[in-house]
């Protein structure tokens, strides 16, 4: 199956971007087969590649190779060890991390996170779909894959035409010990949120060890399953909440705690905003503020919902610290810009009557890489803050 593009419609292809939307098709040539590769063509008929065509997505196709290569099982192994041996030479001391990170991997569609030799599979991609059996095997064979899972209950499927499942493709699933950073997390990859585990905050917990001491009190807000609270706990601090909406992530949470010896963390099972309203009623003060919560948009038409969601979340919290204090402030919102949010964070500031220094920067952590000709791939922002 031949497809052309229209008029210069190639740009972002041949500048790296990974996808070509149904209105920049001129036409297809030969049997259309959803799910099958397909060759792509420029208008003026200079071959591009080749990706996998959808007609029924918004995203018609998802590129894969520049080259002539066949798309088969052994492309998939090639680029999964490429994505896996990339992340070794980098840190080849881990164990758990995420081994394809999709289109900034060059596998469209594909994600595939590792914990020890449990693997936690998603896919976005009725081509990928397809060669599902296929990456199984190549996890057992190459990788040594004990425990493979789909985590496949995401409304991005209904968009492609797959139906949503979660379920165990190999192995037996129960909670396993995992450490990381020098910590250990009971991780149930089939029962946890998104892949079972939030990879891509790592590096950025741990640079909370860098703020805080013995004598800190800290917030850790929609602390999921307890990451920045317990890489707090291990650089001295004692007093530490964790507050999160989700009965399971608190649990978990607490056995987290428990596995590392730090049983002092309190954990509360609680809305954050209804939170804020019962520390302001105390008159507690804190030394550092973690707020790293759930997307607030997932189209641009929610845009001013999420800014101002992120507006009174982030003066809440500079409300609630001593003056020179620390807030860990984050953003998971692709639609959300840098710029943006750093305008989110000055309007904070200005209603909670503070002043704010740029400390740091926060990306994804190494495992999550991102694509510059690809903005869609860029979604976690954070800044640490020093609140005066």
């Not at 070794?88 to 995420?98: G, N, V």
């Not at 530490?240 to 056995?255: H, M, P, R």
């Not at 189209?299 to 001013?304: G, V, Y």
Request: charged share 30%.
């Amino acid at each position: 199956m031949k497809i052309y593009l229209k008029k210069n419609e190639e740009r972002r292809i041949n500048i790296g971007h990974q996808w070509i939307f149904s209105n920049e098709i001129e036409r297809t040539e030969g049997e259309i087969t959803d799910g099958g590769a397909a060759e792509l063509y420029s208008s003026r008929n200079a071959y591009l590649g080749k990706g996998f065509y959808n007609k029924h997505s918004l995203i018609a196709v998802r590129f894969l190779t520049g080259g002539d290569e066949e798309i088969d099982r052994e492309f998939f192994r090639k680029r999964l060890k490429t994505a896996e041996q990339r992340r070794r030479k980098i840190y080849p001391e881990r164990k758990s991390f995420r081994m394809c990170n999709s289109e900034s991997d060059f596998l469209p569609g594909l994600i595939i996170d590792k914990f020890n030799d449990n693997y936690s599979m998603q896919i976005f991609s009725k081509g990928v779909e397809s060669f599902r059996d296929d990456i199984c095997e190549i996890l057992k064979e190459e990788f040594g894959a004990k425990l493979i899972v789909e985590k496949n209950d995401n409304e991005l499927r209904t968009l492609e035409g797959l139906e949503k499942r979660e379920g165990v493709l190999f192995g037996d699933n129960e909670a396993e010990e995992s450490e990381i950073d020098s910590i250990k997390y009971s991780i149930d990859i089939l029962k946890g949120q998104k892949t079972g585990f939030y990879l891509d905050q790592a590096f950025n917990r741990v640079k909370i060890r860098d703020y805080v001491s013995e004598n800190s009190k800290v917030l850790d807000l929609f602390c999921n399953e307890g990451g920045f609270a317990l890489n707090a706990a291990y650089a001295g601090c004692r007093d530490i909440t964790g507050v999160d909406s989700s009965e399971y992530s608190i649990q978990t949470a607490g056995k987290n705690a428990a596995l590392n010896g730090f049983e002092f963390i309190k954990f509360e099972c609680a809305d954050v905003f209804d939170y804020f309203d019962k520390a302001f009623q105390t008159k507690e003060k804190y030394n550092l503020i973690v707020l790293d919560p759930p997307s607030f948009t997932k189209s641009k038409k929610n845009i001013p919902a999420a800014v101002k969601g992120y507006i009174e979340l982030n003066y809440k919290a500079m409300r609630l610290l001593h003056k020179n204090s620390y807030l860990f402030t984050y953003s998971c919102s692709h639609h959300i810009s840098e710029k943006q949010f750093e305008e989110i964070l000055v309007k904070a500031a200005e209603q909670a009557g503070r002043r704010i220094q740029i400390i740091d920067f926060a990306n994804c952590s190494y495992d999550h890489p991102v694509l510059p000709q690809m903005p869609e791939t860029k979604y976690l922002k954070g800044y640490i803050l020093n609140i005066n």
